[in-house]
């Protein structure tokens, strides 16, 4: 009786989410081989609660290559895996976790980083950011970050403006 739904309830403190993409690619050259690329990504994202305020997150990946059905050199790795606290007007991350500038929706800087984040404000938000990326401008190496934000949003309308620093935090 107790016992059973004790453990019945820790059961739904983890929640699972994920995606599987195919892609087949050709690149056609006039004077070499052509090259075709056809790989599966997998992407899993489990989400365990830990209390009221608290989450732990990860996102396992898998690329399998669907020529010879061999993994590809990627490999099967978590490249996510951070804590998450929400409180009233709050949130932090922590850990290698996804960043994304909010005010360009991306487009500036939308990648993982190992760090901490914080947001605070409901309508108006201020977010502070700090850390190590994972990569910058397609370049192999990480790179120190920083960056603060503020954004403002109520259903009909969206503003917003950051600042990041890329490089040796001096």
């Known amino acids: 009786g107790v016992r059973v739904a004790a ?81 009233d007007n709050f949130t932090v991350k922590i850990g290698k976790l996804p960043h994304i500038l909010k005010s360009t929706h991306g487009m500036i800087y939308d990648n993982g980083m190992s760090g901490i984040e914080a947001t605070f404000g409901k309508d108006v938000q201020l977010t502070l950011a700090a850390g190590r990326t994972e990569q910058v401008l397609n370049k192999a190496e990480a790179s120190d970050y920083l960056a603060a934000e503020v954004n403002y949003a109520n259903g009909k309308l969206e503003a917003g403006t950051s600042y990041s620093r890329f490089g040796g935090l001096k």
Not at 8 to 16: C, H, L, M, Q, R
Not at 46 to 72: C, E, F, G, L, Y
């Open 7 to 87: 453990l019945e309830s820790k059961v739904d403190n983890v929640k699972w989410g994920g995606i599987v993409r195919y892609t087949a690619s050709t690149n056609r050259h006039e004077a070499d081989k052509d090259e075709s690329v056809n790989k599966i990504e997998i992407r899993l994202m489990p989400q365990i609660t830990i209390n009221d305020n608290w989450t732990a997150n990860a996102r396992i990946r898998a690329n399998i290559n669907t020529k010879d059905n061999s993994q590809t050199d990627d490999g099967t790795f978590v490249d996510r895996l951070w804590a998450q606290g929400k409180y």
